[in-house]
């Protein structure tokens, strides 16, 4: 196997698939990342067992086609360590893999690329096609909901709903730790056929993978579901993830249809910044902030035995009679972080015992539960 590689699309592979690689593992070969070149193109690939991910690199030249396996860490600080447009010569000579460029030479050792394991190609089969912009929301707007440390192992991943029952077809994605819960919906279009409908729960770091590989926006996103894994192509890209085990929360039973709550609109960046203010005297004991809606203004306190009282006003649109309703910070501020500040959010409340519903107009759902009352 002999293949020439220019430094930069190499550096960019290698910063995508150390993302995958394990920093332990049983299995020692999944230490290293996988090198097979044919023709004019090579594909760079890496997994743990759970993830794994396919880099395609274009323009290369290849002596002679064939497979090696490089050890992650140390080719990712060579290529690192090397000087911008540095071409890089890779080879096997059956016991070590020389890593060759103008004025350096490594050698490597490599192990059997036959005891690496396959990574799935993406299927030639109907699939759901997404935009990058609707993608990335998608994850940066749920992934921060989910709970890898519950036990009830579900609410580790994303819930993503396909269905192209609709003209245009839709996606939903939900994350949700019990105490919390965001959903995100756009359009998703049937490609190359009419895929099934599918519910497939995804881990977060796996979502968090495919926002980072995420390209150009004018490259569509594939997304193929299969029995216990999601494919996802993205541009030269293609992440396959072994699916989470587990019932999903009925989601929908949480944003409930309530005529009579009282809805109030705010702009989000003022919003962040007083509930940030409001929680700088709260604790890990005392972490609830009392959320006052009344006329004209929400009145935002917090306090703690051992850091004090805060009162902090924001001039609001509100008629209606006073409502409150405590509510943990954290939750609130991570749902208006991922949000741009002039976004303005409208807030469905009945009474201090209700869940907070907060609503966007670019299909964007947040739910809070409340905390209980001093």
């Not at 193109?41 to 290369?60: F, M």
């Not at 709550?261 to 005392?286: F, N």
Request: glycine content about 6%; charged content about 25%.
């Amino acid at each position: 196997m002999k293949v020439r590689l220019t430094r930069e699309p190499l550096l960019a592979a290698l910063q995508s698939a150390s993302a995958v690689v394990p920093a332990r593992s049983p299995k020692p070969v999944l230490s290293n990342v996988k090198l097979e070149a044919h023709g004019t193109s090579a594909v760079l690939s890496a997994t743990d067992l759970e993830v794994g991910i396919r880099i395609e690199l274009e323009s290369v030249e290849s002596g002679a086609a064939g497979a090696v396996l490089l050890p992650s860490g140390r080719l990712m600080a060579i290529v690192r360590e090397s000087q911008p447009g540095t071409v890089f010569d890779i080879h096997s000579d059956g016991t070590a893999a020389i890593v060759k460029a103008p004025r350096s030479e490594f050698r490597l050792p490599a192990e059997d690329p036959l005891e690496f394991p396959s990574i799935a190609t993406f299927p030639t089969e109907p699939c759901f096609e997404l935009t990058p912009p609707l993608v990335r929301e998608l994850v940066r707007r749920t992934v921060f909901s989910t709970d890898n440390e519950s036990s009830r192992y579900a609410l580790g991943g994303v819930l993503l709903e396909f269905s192209a029952q609709t003209p245009a077809g839709t996606v939903i994605a939900v994350g949700t730790d019990g105490r919390r819960l965001a959903k995100m919906e756009g359009p998703a279009v049937a490609k190359d056929g009419q895929p099934a409908d599918t519910q497939p729960i995804v881990p977060a770091r796996a979502m968090q993978l495919i926002e980072r590989c995420l390209g150009d926006a004018s490259v569509p996103v594939h997304v193929a579901v299969r029995a216990n894994e999601i494919l996802v192509k993205t541009g030269p890209t293609t992440i396959s993830a072994r699916l989470v085990d587990g019932r999903f929360p009925r989601w929908r039973d949480v944003f409930p249809d309530r005529p009579d709550a009282a809805r109030v609109k705010i702009v989000a960046g003022p919003l962040l910044a007083a509930v940030r203010q409001a929680a700088i005297v709260t604790s890990e004991q005392s972490k609830g902030v009392d959320f006052s809606f009344e006329p004209g203004q929400l009145v935002l306190a917090g306090r703690s035995a051992e850091s004090g009282e805060s009162r902090i006003e924001l001039p609001i649109e509100h008629a209606g009679t006073t409502v409150k309703i405590k509510l943990d910070p954290r939750f609130m501020s991570e749902f208006l972080r991922v949000l741009d500040g002039a976004t303005t959010v409208t807030l469905e409340l009945t009474d201090a015992q209700s869940a907070c519903v907060c609503r966007t107009d670019d299909g964007y759902g947040y739910v809070i539960m409340p905390l209980a009352a001093d």
